[in-house]
């Protein structure tokens, strides 16, 4: 069964950057990964997938603020977040797409 273990996240004023990592416990090479983020009462909600090759795709709105990146060779996955807001506060979520593997979630908090 494969882990996923998530690491980053934090305190961030507005504007900042956080960088979250996701560390599979065996290869994901052929695999589709993704980032969701979830707040309090609410769906946890797509934010970025990547397939095995390294293409990604983003909700709309986050586009050109976040990117999803991959190293297969490390088994891992990667979300940078510049410029980020007080709406991107939540808890992020690392999966491997169509599968019930999920990370452990990490807190992300923008605020002043």
């Known amino acids: 069964q494969v882990q996923l273990v998530q690491s980053g996240g934090g305190l961030v004023q507005p504007g900042g950057s956080l960088r979250l990592s996701c560390v599979a416990s065996?290869?994901?090479?052929?695999?589709?990964m993704g980032w969701y983020r979830q707040t309090p009462g609410k769906q946890r909600d797509f934010v970025a997938s990547?397939?095995?090759?390294?293409?990604?795709n983003y909700a709309g709105s986050l586009k050109g603020r976040f990117t999803i990146s991959r190293d297969n060779a490390k088994n891992t996955m990667y979300l940078q977040m510049d410029n980020l807001e007080p709406e991107d506060t939540a808890v992020y979520y690392c999966n491997i797409i169509f599968t019930t593997y999920w990370g452990q979630g990490t807190q992300v908090t923008v605020s002043s």
């Open positions: 990547i397939t095995s090759d390294g293409s990604p």
């Open positions: 065996e290869s994901i090479s052929s695999e589709i």
